[in-house]
């Protein structure tokens, strides 16, 4: 052999030695590259019976040397719904894993559901961490719970009638298209995931029942979750939408309730509510841009701006109880803000207005909001805002509109309040209440929230003293 090849033979002996003992070490370097091949495992089987799923992930390092993994653990532990099994060890947590340089290991994790159970969350979450170096990784589950219909961002595309059977769950979003009617029957629940906003672009009719309502609310139905606002975004009734009804319709705990936007392009109004209970949205109950909306016998309550309408349009509100109490959600904006203009980049745009309430209460939790009504008014367009038997409470008269026989500052002596204890009964005392026998009768809604006959002269408010 001559010294030519000797040296290189020794060259690369040496290198490859080298090489060997570097594969061999652990890298300990907080920049240590670690990947898995998902970010989350979603089991979207709509379980009818106790069953179970197995599905899987790899962990993968991507460094030139070994990786120890501290833990890769199921933050929810025994109590979990789904179980791992980690590089062929069943457990809910394995500590000190050593993958080779350029290597993977597979995590195996199984769900197990008993769709029965009403303790049970409409989805079951849970997580995987992964800790290395310092760092740490997550791999998110998810999967469905308790029996009902799951409609992950389904396109409603046909006429289409829900039932009452099974409630309905709406991840990510429920769209009804152009020209299409989506009809609930009395006592269909529908239940949307934080994510999962109601996108109206055709026609939503809920026909619901004082016996069986028809509810929206968010999908967290345990305990620490179901009153929260804001849980879910709300049902949005956008531009080519029109003839939409509630009836016996409860929306709660959104972040806004309802928003209709821009006009109908027929003479009906864009929604109407009927005997209706809006409850405890984060932003707005009802906020309307420009739109039309007519609501009687209905409860707006404890929502950040209980109604807001922006940039005219025509509205009408008769015998509705509209009042905010801090809970969840501070007090700090009127029941009742309408105007009939909008700003955009610097510029005011102006628009008629036409709103009508009649034997409405306003009120607020007294020492927060100085007008529970305010009425704005920009440039000369038809603005015709009248106030007819309706009780409020506002430090002035409201502005910009024409007052009928209305009660001011006259507290309407609700049934029962307790904000400590989210008690709201909005039904009026036997004090007796100034709203009792204060409204008009030449209405035609003839019975109140709690379907009971109005009796002339007709109370203010959504509720008729029996």
């Given at each position: 052999m001559s010294k030519y090849c000797l040296l290189y033979f020794l060259f690369f002996t040496f290198c490859m030695s080298i090489f060997s003992c570097k594969k061999d070490s652990f890298i300990t370097s907080s920049n240590a590259r670690l990947s898995t091949d998902v970010d989350s495992l979603k089991y979207d089987t709509v379980f009818t019976s106790v069953g179970s799923i197995t599905q899987s992930f790899k962990i993968r390092n991507d460094n030139d040397q070994k990786l120890l993994l501290g833990n890769v653990k199921l933050m929810g532990g025994t109590a979990s719904s789904f179980t791992i099994n980690i590089n062929g060890i069943a457990a809910p947590e394995v500590t000190n894993i050593e993958i080779a340089a350029e290597d993977s290991m597979y995590v195996f994790v199984t769900v197990n559901i008993d769709p029965s159970l009403d303790d049970l969350p409409f989805i079951v979450k849970d997580s995987i961490q992964i800790s290395y170096n310092g760092n740490t990784k997550f791999?998110?589950?998810?999967?469905?719970?308790?029996?009902?219909?799951?409609?992950?961002?389904?396109?409603?595309?046909?006429?289409?009638?829900?039932?009452?059977r099974l409630p309905y769950v709406i991840?990510?979003?429920?769209?009804?298209?152009?020209?299409?009617?989506?009809?609930?029957?009395?006592?269909?629940?529908?239940?949307?995931?934080?994510?999962?906003?109601?996108?109206?672009?055709?026609?939503?009719?809920?026909?619901?029942?004082?016996?069986?309502?028809?509810?929206f609310s968010g999908d967290r139905t345990d305990a620490d979750y179901r009153d929260l606002p804001a849980s879910w975004p709300g049902i949005y009734f956008r531009e080519t939408s029109k003839s939409n009804e509630l009836i016996f319709t409860t929306v709660k705990n959104a972040y806004q309730a309802i928003v209709a936007e821009s006009p109908a392009d027929n003479l009906f109004p864009k929604v109407t509510l009927r005997q209706c209970i809006v409850d405890n949205a984060y932003d707005a109950g009802v906020l309307c841009v420009n739109s039309s909306l007519f609501?009687?016998?209905?409860?707006?309550?404890?929502?950040?701006?209980?109604?807001?309408?922006?940039?005219?349009?025509?509205?009408?509100?008769?015998?509705?109880?509209?009042?905010?109490?801090s809970t969840y959600i501070s007090h700090r904006y009127p029941v009742l803000a309408a105007n009939n203009f909008a700003i955009y980049d610097g510029s005011t745009f102006t628009t008629s207005l036409e709103a009508a309430?009649?034997?409405?209460?306003?009120?607020?939790?007294?020492?927060?909001?100085?007008?529970?009504?305010?009425?704005?008014?920009?440039?000369?367009?038809?603005?015709?805002?009248?106030?007819?038997?309706?009780?409020?409470?506002?430090?002035?008269?409201?502005?910009?509109?024409?007052?009928?026989?209305?009660?001011?500052?006259?507290?309407?002596?609700?049934?029962?309040?307790?904000?400590?204890?989210?008690?709201?009964?909005?039904?009026?005392?036997?004090?007796?209440?100034?709203?009792?026998?204060?409204?008009?009768?030449?209405?035609?809604?003839?019975?109140?929230?709690?379907?009971?006959?109005?009796?002339?002269?007709?109370d203010i408010g959504c509720y008729e003293k029996q």
């Open positions: 791999v998110q589950l998810e999967a469905f719970g308790q029996n009902a219909n799951f409609l992950r961002g389904r396109v409603i595309e046909t006429n289409t009638s829900w039932n009452n991840l990510d979003r429920l769209q009804i298209d152009t020209n299409i009617t989506l009809t609930l029957e009395a006592g269909c629940k529908v239940y949307c995931h934080a994510n999962a906003p109601i996108l109206v672009d055709g026609t939503l009719v809920a026909n619901g029942t004082k016996e069986q309502p028809v509810i609501a009687d016998n209905s409860l707006i309550s404890n929502c950040g701006s209980n109604i807001n309408i922006i940039y005219g349009g025509v509205y009408s509100f008769t015998n509705c109880t509209v009042a905010s109490y309430f009649t034997n409405c209460i306003f009120w607020g939790e007294p020492g927060f909001v100085e007008n529970e009504t305010s009425i704005g008014r920009e440039g000369n367009d038809q603005f015709d805002v009248t106030f007819t038997n309706c009780l409020y409470r506002n430090a002035v008269e409201p502005a910009n509109s024409t007052k009928n026989n209305c009660l001011l500052n006259q507290d309407p002596l609700f049934d029962s309040i307790d904000v400590s204890r989210r008690i709201f009964d909005f039904h009026l005392d036997n004090n007796p209440s100034p709203a009792i026998d204060a409204g008009i009768s030449s209405v035609p809604y003839l019975k109140d929230l709690d379907n009971n006959n109005r009796i002339a002269p007709f």
